[in-house]
């Protein structure tokens, strides 16, 4: 019994690495409502991995389309920018610098789903022995095809709808890890609402992707603690310029703050720190105080003069 276990164990292992993918796609009804859309899960996967191995790894696709749908599978290399509208750029056909392309292998390329089916889809990642250490980054496109559409000149196919899966890849090994936080700021110095977007900008100059996190600190005029804000990782690709908005929002907030930066760099647990300065000044309650202040000075006004002609006349 014992050597049949370890002959199943080893057969399936076999299948995993060293036999093409031959398992089924496996799909599952669910209720869904009906949103127009599909959905893919995880949206980033990150493996790190030696020269010469690979691993398996899955994602689920779920149609919320209300009718049956068509899927493509594709793979496509992407690299960091230091646009920081775009953070990460999708390469196409095109190569990366830090390529990874060759190494996915899909277990199949196209299927279809019924409203409300949701399919576990799996992919290989094969690195190969001489791979240098470092960074390697793709995608696994998944993209909704659309029926063509019937022109007056002929056959004509509508643009697909596309989610990628990010794949984050690390090639275990010495590598260039290098980070630092470039700006932290907020785009006013007054604000007359309650709500404050502060933008923290790191830039990874290093070949492998970086997980920044770290916490904001908020003081008042007198430096005493108001609240804490937690900065949870969020990734950098090699060669680029990443924007992390955080947003500290209150009911009420009135008068001159401090929000203090204490941002781990992701490696080597350094830190670096940075604070910006801004007052919140709301209309309304500026409005009334003035109001009121005027009332009391013209009354205070009225009164005195009151009293000094009331003397006068005795």
Do not use: C
């Not at 796609?25 to 959905?39: G, K």
């Not at 749908?69 to 196409?92: C, N, T």
């Not at 063509?148 to 984050?168: H, K, N, Y």
């Not at 647990?269 to 604070?275: G, H, L, P, T």
Request: aromatic share 16%; charged share 25%.
């Amino acid at each position: 019994m014992e050597r049949k276990k370890i002959f199943y164990s080893f057969f399936l292992f076999y299948l995993f690495f060293f036999v093409p993918f031959i398992f089924a796609l496996e799909i599952e009804n669910t209720e869904q409502p009906i949103r127009n859309d599909f959905v893919v899960s995880p949206g980033r996967i990150e493996v790190w991995l030696d020269p010469g191995s690979t691993t398996v790894r899955e994602f689920t696709i779920t149609n919320r389309t209300g009718k049956k749908a068509s899927f493509k599978i594709e793979i496509e290399d992407m690299q960091g920018s230091r646009d920081v509208e775009k953070p990460v750029i999708l390469l196409g056909g095109e190569r990366g610098p830090y390529s990874l392309k060759d190494y996915l292998e899909p277990e199949i390329s196209e299927f279809s789903l019924e409203h409300g089916q949701r399919a576990r889809f799996f992919f290989k990642i094969s690195i190969p022995q001489d791979a240098e250490p470092g960074g390697k980054y793709g995608a696994v496109i998944v993209s909704k095809q659309p029926p063509p559409l019937e022109t007056s000149g002929g056959l004509e196919v509508a643009v697909a709808e596309r989610i990628a899966v990010l794949i984050f890849v690390r090639v275990k090994g010495p590598v260039k890890e290098y980070g630092i936080l470039k700006d932290f700021s907020t785009p006013k110095k007054i604000y007359t609402k309650p709500y404050i977007p502060l933008n923290i900008y790191f830039e990874n100059n290093g070949n492998v992707h970086l997980n920044p996190y770290g916490i904001i600190k908020i003081k008042n005029l007198l430096g005493q603690p108001i609240t804490e804000i937690e900065v949870s990782p969020f990734f950098t690709l090699p060669d680029s310029l990443k924007l992390r908005e955080i947003f500290w929002e209150r009911k009420f907030l009135f008068g001159y703050y401090t929000a203090e930066l204490f941002l781990n760099r992701g490696y080597q647990d350094i830190i670096d720190y940075k604070a910006v300065n801004f007052w919140v000044l709301p209309v309304l309650p500026l409005a009334i105080f003035f109001v009121v202040f005027f009332a009391f000075v013209f009354i205070f006004y009225w009164i005195i003069n009151n009293i000094e002609i009331r003397k006068k006349q005795k």
